[in-house]
């Protein structure tokens, strides 16, 4: 199993910015795929997730009505659009799966830094 987090960066606060998380070497349209972050001297946190399907979505309270989770079950790709950054958004996001094994696989995450 890998997965590849990309489309990090430095925004302004009330930018927007696109993380994409490639997988491989699973059936990903199998599994629900989950975004979490770390920010710094905090514990990871959930931020959302989706289903194999992509029928239903989750959020975290904090995100809710700026960030959207997706995927292409084609690409073998889950995205993450993020609006409306604001500062306590800044953190490394990682995305996740737990296979049928119940084993956890994350990726190698991406930092999102969000300042003016």
């Known amino acids: 199993v890998q997965l590849v987090e990309s489309g990090g960066g430095l925004v302004q606060p009330g930018g927007s910015l696109r993380l994409s998380c490639a997988a491989s070497g699973f059936t990903f349209n199998s599994y629900a795929m989950s975004w979490y972050r770390q920010a710094p001297g905090k514990e990871r946190e959930l931020v959302a997730g989706i289903t194999s399907g992509g029928g239903s979505t989750n959020y975290a309270a904090s995100v809710k009505g700026r960030f959207t989770i997706s995927r292409d079950n084609a690409k073998n790709t889950v995205y993450l659009q993020m609006n409306s950054l604001k500062a306590e958004d800044t953190a490394v996001y990682y995305c996740?799966?737990?296979?049928?094994?119940?084993?956890?696989?994350w990726g190698q995450g991406t930092r999102v830094t969000v300042s003016s």
């Open positions: 996740k799966v737990r296979v049928s094994s119940g084993y956890d696989y």
